[in-house]
Each structure stands twice: as structure tokens, then as C-alpha cells.
């Protein structure tokens, strides 16, 4: 894999050109990417994503970029809901997989028309260019097999780039360079 710096550039390029917005994917759907990375990198992309962000603020690129941290759009809806201590509580009496599972059935994750999905749908303005980040801190409340497919179902309003911590084949998503999810997903890898 080439430098991840050129990587960066390289993306940065591509999120810029109009074919990109004006494309559609591989069955006529807007196209969905992924922009996958060494975990170890985090921080390095982070940085990269907050500098894209300030600099197409100015207005310049003819398109908003929009980022949706997953982590945060989860922590946000359980402090809007008042979960958070029950969350604690309930992690210490259940455990790590009982929470995960009892957040993802308040947010109904594996819908559809799940609480992420209808957020980043509503909260994406036309003439965008959708960033998703935080898959990593997600883990393993929210699994990134689960975001593309159900946004691929009900989102088509935007390009979406997933920064992914980890290896996209175009086949497979290996979290953390470790953890495989063994699902197909109708995403392009955004820069080799």
C-alpha cells in the first residue's frame, strides 16, 4: 500500500472533482467509498479530515463536506435520552454484550430506518459530500457492514466516503487490521 500521506492527497482530489458527486455506482446508486487505513494512523487521518473541513468551509469547492462522527451521533442520542447512567449500570450488572445489544435495539441498527441513518439523511444538506467517521470508537456497538448497507438501502442524496481503521478489499471490512466481517458491501475502495 502506497504512503498514507499520498493516500490523503489523492482523496482529497477525488472528493474534489464533480464526476464524483455527479457519478453513480456500480447498479446506477450513488456511490458509497471507503477510504481504508492503518489503525495506528488514526490521529493522522483525524487531522487530515478537520483540515478538509476548514478549508471547503470557505466555499470554494462547489460542495459542503459533512461529517457524521458515529461514535458521537451515538453518545449524543443516549445523553438526549437519558441512558447514559443506565448504560453504566447496565454494563456492570450484564456486561459489554448485553449493552451493545440493548443500544442497538434503542437505536434500531439493523433497521433500515435506523436512528444513524434517518440522522445523517436529515442532516445532510444538498450538494454534499458525506464523511463518516469514529468506526473504530464505535466498536462493538455500531459494526461498519451495518452502516453501509442500511444507508445504501434509504440514503442517496450524497457521495459517502467511510474512513475505515483497518483493510476494505472491496470484499471484506478487517477492523483493526484483526476483527473480519465475512459480508459482500456494494462500496468502492476510494484510493489503492
Not at 500521506?5 to 455527479?22: Q, T
Not at 478538509?52 to 462547489?62: E, F, I, P, V
Not at 442520542?77 to 454484550?97: Q, R, T
Not at 434509504?154 to 477492523?175: D, H, S, T, W
Request: proline content about 4%; some cysteine; glycine content about 4%.
Amino acid at each position: 500500500m502506497r504512503d498514507l500521506s499520498e493516500r490523503l492527497d489523492e482523496m482529497e482530489e477525488k472528493i474534489k472533482n464533480p464526476a464524483l458527486r455527479e457519478s453513480s455506482g456500480r447498479a446506477n446508486e450513488v456511490n458509497y467509498w471507503v477510504f481504508d487505513y492503518p489503525p495506528e494512523r488514526e490521529l493522522e487521518v483525524r487531522e487530515r479530515i478537520k483540515y478538509l473541513k476548514n478549508k471547503n468551509s470557505k466555499g470554494n469547492d462547489g460542495f459542503e463536506l459533512v461529517e457524521f462522527d458515529l461514535y458521537d451521533i451515538i453518545i449524543d442520542f443516549l445523553e438526549e435520552n437519558d441512558f447514559m447512567d443506565a448504560c453504566f449500570n447496565f454494563e456492570k450488572k450484564k456486561g459489554l454484550e448485553r449493552i451493545t445489544k440493548a443500544v442497538s435495539n434503542s437505536m434500531k441498527i439493523n433497521d433500515d430506518d435506523s436512528y444513524i441513518v434517518q440522522y445523517i439523511r436529515d442532516n445532510t444538506p444538498d450538494n454534499a459530500v458525506v464523511f463518516l467517521t469514529g468506526v473504530g470508537k464505535c466498536f462493538p456497538i455500531l459494526r461498519s457492514h451495518k452502516v453501509l448497507n442500511n444507508l445504501h438501502q434509504a440514503f442517496v442524496k450524497a457521495p459517502v466516503v467511510m474512513f475505515f481503521p483497518g483493510v476494505y478489499n472491496e470484499q471484506e471490512l478487517i477492523l483493526f487490521n484483526e476483527i473480519k466481517d465475512d459480508n459482500y458491501y456494494r462500496a468502492f475502495k476510494l484510493v489503492k
